[in-house]
């Protein structure tokens, strides 16, 4: 029998250990794992030349816009972005233009999304204003999780509106998908800005001074009582200080169902950054001290962060650079970024490469409950990502297959480089190309029923 394509000569990720092997490759899945002599006739016969192969990247935290913000990103430069960077499905965020938060929003996203994707896409929702519409926007439209803003009124539900907040967790409850949280308090952060502002202070430091880790940590408290009382599960997004990963800590030992992210410019940029770079390297929640960068890994480390994620959050360079920082986008791109980083720390020995795969494919893939991807194995989907970690090059911005061509990480020189991505079994990045046509990536939908 002789399948679409077979992978040979490869090293791959498979449970932990790299395997001298290949793969067969037919109908979108991986049908045989096997050493080069043993596997079948493909149609099409790929030599990776002794590459490795890991799982394709499940980056939970995407900003792909479209629609009315099509000007900053849209579903074919997002998802050519993602594949460029290694990473094969997206988890779309819902404050859109319109916003997702209704069957009829997320719907009409799905059918805009359709046909022009080139990697898997999965979709939140925010909160509907009748939160008795949530049931439906799971198991009707397929949304993978809900996506509540604590700092801003994103959605129908009021983040000061703890009923309706209670109500809406105990709906997702019911049907057992996370609510992912933007964690930071709102009423502290609207005095904090209305202060500045009549102090006159529109500098970045402003800004670091508003977005502190004690509203993060006000927020993530909140939380907790709200999970408590209606066991939602929670996920807390892009986590960023030392305080609000303790506080999640504690959540956790106290067997709450949480879990959380950080992005890698929170663990890898410091707010010098901030203050060097302005608008360009400012993003919600803000770079914080070296002090809490040391708590992030050390978090890390002892296993209390679930999933890297992007936040990749594009915007035109003009809203980066505003003369008051308060009329700044905040936001960086980070699909391209991500693998690159993470794979140079892997080179430098702080982080292990089974740690780099549990974070990007494995737990995302658990946390939302995504079946059949996250992981090599005979019978899953075959998204994977070739990489060469002997390449080293410079993260050029101006080369970025997004449409926000700016980076904070620009000029670093990294080791290890995403140079093939394949979705659903399908060729879609070849070294920094994209070959496939839109279409090949499909849309993600939550299986439906009661958790
Ligand atoms: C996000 C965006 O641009 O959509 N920006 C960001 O800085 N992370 C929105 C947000 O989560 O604040
Ligand atoms: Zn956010």
Redesign the pocket.
């Known amino acids: 029998m002789t399948v679409d394509t077979v992978l040979e000569n490869a090293k791959l990720y498979l449970r932990g250990r790299i395997v001298e092997a290949g793969l067969a490759i037919d109908g979108g899945r991986i049908t045989k794992i096997a050493k080069t002599p043993n596997l079948p006739e493909g149609s099409e016969k790929i030599d990776v030349e002794g590459r490795l192969i890991l799982p394709g990247l499940i980056d939970v935290?995407v900003?792909l816009?479209d629609q009315g913000l099509s000007y900053?990103e849209d579903f074919y430069t997002g998802t050519a972005a993602a594949a460029n960077g290694g990473i094969t499905l997206v988890m779309d965020?819902p404050?859109n233009e319109p916003t997702t938060m209704s069957l009829n929003s997320l719907r009409e996203r799905m059918r805009i999304a359709e046909g022009r994707i080139l990697v898997n896409t999965a979709f939140y929702s925010a909160f509907p204003k009748n939160v008795g519409e949530i049931g439906k926007i799971i198991t009707e439209g397929g949304a993978v999780a809900f996506k509540l803003?604590m700092?801003?009124r994103i959605g129908g539900v009021d983040p000061t509106d703890r009923e309706a907040l209670n109500e809406a967790f105990r709906e997702t409850a019911r049907f057992g998908v996370s609510v992912a949280i933007?964690a930071e308090d709102i009423k502290m952060i609207e005095a904090g800005v209305e202060a500045m502002r009549n102090l006159g202070r529109n500098d970045p430091e402003a800004y670091l001074e508003v977005h502190t880790p004690e509203a993060e940590v006000k927020a993530i408290r909140e939380v907790a009582r709200l999970t408590e009382k209606t066991k939602a599960k929670v996920h807390i997004?892009?986590l960023s200080s030392s305080a609000g990963v303790e506080a999640v800590s504690e959540m956790k030992s106290r067997g709450l169902p949480v879990t959380c992210e950080v992005t890698p410019h929170h663990l890898l940029l410091t707010s010098e950054y901030a203050k060097r770079l302005g608008g360009l390297a400012?993003?919600?929640?803000?770079l914080r001290s070296e002090g809490d960068v040391k708590g992030l890994w050390r978090a890390l480390h002892r296993g209390v962060i679930d999933i890297v994620a992007s936040?990749h959050?594009?915007?035109t360079l003009e809203e980066k650079s505003g003369s008051s920082i308060w009329d700044v986008?905040?936001?960086?791109p980070g699909l391209e970024t991500t693998l690159p980083l993470l794979l140079t720390e892997v080179y430098r020995g702080r982080l292990t490469l089974q740690s780099l795969v549990r974070l990007t494919s494995e737990r995302p893939a658990m946390v939302f409950g995504i079946t059949g991807r996250g992981r090599i194995s005979e019978g899953g989907y075959a998204d994977l990502v070739v990489v060469d970690m002997k390449r080293r090059f410079k993260i050029d911005s101006s080369s970025f297959l997004s449409k926000a061509k700016f980076s904070p990480f620009d000029g670093w020189e990294v080791r290890g480089k995403p140079v093939k991505t394949f979705v659903n079994g399908r060729l879609v990045m070849d070294d920094g190309e994209i070959v496939a046509k839109p279409g090949v990536g499909v849309i993600i939908r939550r299986m439906g029923g009661l958790g």
Do not use: F
Request: charged share 25%; with cysteine; hydrophobic share 25%.
């Open positions: 935290h900003h816009r900053k965020m404050n803003y700092v801003r933007h997004c892009h400012l993003m919600d929640p803000p936040d959050a594009p915007h986008k905040t936001g960086i």
